[in-house]
Structures are given as C-alpha cells and as structure tokens.
C-alpha cells in the first residue's frame, strides 16, 4: 500500500534554532500534502496545505515566516520551524493522497521538543 | 460549538465487546474519514465514506448524510483495538481540507 514516511519522528533542540521535517510519499506521487499540528490531549489542526510548485496555503492563525514550507518535488514537502520556541513543543503530522479527494496516508509524526 | 463532535471521549471496554463510536457534524460535507491514532502518534486511516456503510474486517462505519451522523462499530474488541479513533469530515465545495473531532480514547482490556 501507499506509505508516507516522515523523518525524523522526533527532535529536540534549543529556542531560537530552526528544524526541518520531511514528508515524502514512497510509492505515489503527491500533488498536495497537508501538515497537521497535535498539542497534548488536542485534535489534530490543520496548518498549511503545501502545493508541489507553488505557495502553499495557511491556515489562519498560522504564520507562514515562521513555518516555511517547501514542496520542491512531487514526493517531499519540508516544513521548516524557524526560530523555534518552547510553545512551538508539539507533534506535527503530514499526510498525503494519491490523488484528490481520496482516502489520506499519513506519516508517523514528529515529536518536537524546544528547550 | 466543534463542527466535529465526537462520543464518547474516553472508553473502556473488555475483549469480545461491542463497540460503538459516535461522530456528529454540523456542516454540509463531501466525505467523512475514520482514522485510528496509536499511541506514538501515528495515523492510520480506516475508513472515508461519504454514504451508506463500509465494513472491513472487524470494523464497520456508517453514515447518515440527513442526520449528519457516523458510527464506527468494532465487533469482538481485541486490546491491541486500544487507540484513538479520529473522526475528521471534508466540507462541501471542493476543498480537501479536514476538520477533526477531539477523538475517542479506547481502551480494550483482557
């Protein structure tokens, strides 16, 4: 089946660092992939949606100069947080789908730890 | 008010049970999607279904557009069922953004 892998599954770093999170799609080539954040005992909240060669789209409330988002190529998008800071601590998520409107496949999160 | 209501948020229940998982909406919708979050966070997507009912080993869901109501049923609950099942609807006018509920806690004891 489809597999999204993320990488790395978790990260700790020190506030005003940046990280970078990969998504890529293993066997399937992904026009759109979204990221999601999950604070403790949250649902999960949409962020962006990253668009292979082109902006991607915010969600409202989440800003764009601090979490960068590249999709360079129709399997990985790369969310960047930049100038991290401890409230930034939370699990982020991608997904992706073969092709509109069908079922998503996740990858397996990120775990993000500011010092 | 969510637009995704989920219920109930925790529950526990003892291998062999039947379970049923409620998720209600308030907004007119193209798709709704069942999906399974383990403990490490990851997520598994079971089911999308904008219709009538999916069934695939031990786990049904159903819909009823008019009532803007799904259930996700799991016959003979086994502990490694224990998750969060995520109910997360798509909106009507072509977005394929998902709105989520705050999920359900299942705990399958032996």
């Known amino acids: 089946g489809a597999v999204v892998s993320q990488h790395p599954s978790w990260v700790i770093c020190k506030s005003g660092t940046s990280v970078k999170i990969e998504c890529r799609s293993l066997d399937f080539q992904a026009t759109t992939m979204f990221w999601y954040r999950q604070f403790p005992k949250q649902s999960l909240m949409l962020m962006a949606t990253?668009?292979?060669?082109?902006?991607?789209?915010?969600e409202q409330g989440v800003e764009k100069d601090k979490f960068l988002i590249n999709h360079a190529s129709l399997t990985l998008s790369t969310l960047t947080v930049t100038s991290a800071h401890p409230e930034d601590s939370s699990f982020y998520i991608c997904s992706a789908s073969r092709q509109a409107y069908s079922p998503l496949h996740f990858g397996n999160g990120t775990r993000l730890t500011v010092t | 008010k969510n637009e995704v209501e989920q219920s109930p948020q925790n529950l526990t229940a003892q291998e062999g049970e039947f379970i049923t998982i409620n998720c209600s909406y308030s907004?007119?919708?193209?798709?709704l999607h069942w999906l399974q979050q383990h403990p490490g966070g990851g997520i598994v997507s079971l089911f999308m279904l904008s219709s009538g009912k999916k069934k695939h080993g031990r786990l049904i869901a159903t819909i009823n557009i008019q009532e803007k109501h799904s259930s996700l049923h799991i016959t003979a609950s086994h502990p490694r069922d224990s998750a969060v099942y995520i109910c997360a609807v798509r909106s009507q006018g072509g977005s394929e953004k998902l709105v989520f509920g705050k999920g359900t806690k299942l705990t399958v004891n032996p």
């Open positions: 990253s668009n292979e060669g082109s902006k991607a789209t915010y």
């Open positions: 907004v007119g919708i193209s798709a």
